[in-house]
């Protein structure tokens, strides 16, 4: 998936299980 995130900055809430972990490692593989 490329959303043209590379070089950013994200704050995910509640990464550690879920829909929110699913959301930070999409985000971790697209460099940001």
Same mark, same amino acid.
Request: no cysteine; glycine share 22%.
């Given at each position: %998936? /490329?959303?043209?995130? !590379?070089?950013?900055?994200?704050?995910? %809430?509640?990464?550690?299980?879920?829909?929110?972990?699913?959301?930070?490692? /999409?985000?971790?593989? !697209?460099?940001?």
């Amino acid at each position: %998936m /490329d959303l043209g995130l !590379e070089g950013k900055y994200a704050l995910v %809430m509640g990464g550690s299980r879920g829909i929110g972990k699913a959301i930070a490692l /999409d985000l971790a593989r !697209e460099g940001v």
